[in-house]
């Protein structure tokens, strides 16, 4: 089993940025990849970035492209999304997900381990 602990949510206001991180533990691949997803109330699962672990390629939603950036610290096993320029329309629980292989998918049902969430709240 693969463990994820997502924290550094909180309150921000638009604008402003957060740092997430996710901390993986438990059962280690060698090629995996880290996605961020994030899900607003009254809405779906919507992917938001992802890394392949191995080569450090990115994927980014259209939405988040140019604000946020996705990274990993290996020695730590830790993924980080930087959010910038955060809008309203970004508030969330914001979760991160691991998949074994190297495809970066956007779709929440190729990535079998999940951390428990972390709120994202941006106020105007």
């Known amino acids: 089993q693969v463990q994820l602990v997502e924290s550094g949510g909180g309150l921000v206001q638009v604008g402003g940025s957060l740092r997430l991180s996710c901390a993986a533990s438990?059962?280690?691949?060698?090629?995996?990849?880290m996605g961020w997803f994030r899900q607003a109330p009254g809405k779906e699962r919507e992917f938001v970035a992802a890394?392949?672990?191995?080569?450090?390629?990115?994927d980014y939603s259209s939405s988040v492209k140019g604000r946020f950036t996705i990274s990993r610290d290996n020695g730590k096993n830790t993924a980080y999304l930087l959010m910038n320029s955060l809008k309203p329309e970004d508030t969330a629980v914001y979760y991160c997900?691991?998949?074994?292989?190297?495809?970066?998918?956007?779709?929440?049902?190729?990535?079998?381990?999940w951390g428990q969430g972390t709120q994202v709240t941006v106020s105007s």
């Open positions: 997900a691991v998949r074994q292989g190297n495809y970066r998918h956007s779709s929440r049902y190729e990535y079998p381990y």
């Open positions: 438990g059962r280690t691949f060698s090629n995996y990849v």
């Open positions: 890394i392949s672990w191995s080569t450090g390629i990115t």
